[in-house]
């Protein structure tokens, strides 16, 4: 069983549309979770951090659920640049981070 | 935009030739990190270092050698390049803090073909 694991997609919704992204991790004892954005043959950069309470940044919201150990993204109102792999990130700690395979999202006119 | 800088973005090479991948950040980072991600899959962590002489190694077994001589400075080589190091190396940098939420900022990345 993989550490982190995401439904690979591909998502593909109109400009508009709301989309969820989930994502489970197996290491309870994680300590934070974030997702990040990866562009195609580009790099990886920060999107959000998940908090506990849940945080939302724009059009974007988080979730987590540690009792689950469930991490979530909503994004409202997709916009074409919005395409993109969507990875879900743990660290374990030591700022040891455990990547996801990411979600492809496609946003299409 | 981070200042972190990977050279060369591309390099195509003939097995067993030694090589070393180049990582410079400018942000004062204490962390330093080297991932390798193959298309489609996900990020592993190679190679991770906290500060300078500090090197240790990563969840996912590599061939490769680092070295942290300056804050700003963390180099990758392999001494004999092989067909199966084909990839995609990333390195990312951070900030030394008690948080475990601090952000690792990435390099653009250097894509690696061993004919």
């Known amino acids: 069983r993989k550490e982190v694991e995401q439904d690979p997609g591909p998502f593909n919704v109109p400009e508009g549309a709301t989309v969820a992204f989930n994502c489970t991790y197996s290491n309870s004892a994680s300590q934070s979770f974030f997702w990040y954005r990866q562009d195609c043959r580009k790099e990886p950069k920060l999107l959000m951090s998940v908090y506990s309470s849940g945080n939302e940044d724009g059009r974007f919201t988080a979730q987590l659920n540690r009792a689950s150990q469930y991490i979530s993204l909503l994004i409202r109102d997709s916009k074409l640049s919005d395409s993109a792999t969507y990875l879900c990130?743990?660290?374990?700690?030591?700022?040891?981070?455990?990547f996801g395979t990411g979600t492809r999202l496609q946003v299409f006119p | 935009e981070a200042d972190i800088y990977q050279t060369p973005r591309y390099l195509v090479i003939g097995t067993g030739k030694k090589i070393t991948l180049e990582c410079s950040q400018t942000m004062g980072h204490d962390k330093m990190y080297w991932y390798q991600q193959d298309p489609g899959m996900e990020l592993h962590l190679i190679h991770y270092s906290y500060g300078v002489n500090s090197t240790e190694k990563g969840d996912l077994s590599s061939e490769s050698t680092v070295s942290r001589i300056r804050t700003e400075h963390f180099p990758l080589t392999l001494e004999s390049a092989r067909p199966s190091h084909t990839s995609q190396y990333l390195c990312?940098?951070?900030?030394?803090?008690?948080?475990?939420?601090?952000?690792?900022?990435f390099g653009p990345g250097t894509r690696l073909t061993v004919l």
């Open positions: 990312a940098s951070s900030e030394f803090g008690r948080s475990s939420y601090n952000e690792q900022f």
């Open positions: 990130v743990v660290n374990e700690g030591g700022d040891k981070l455990i």
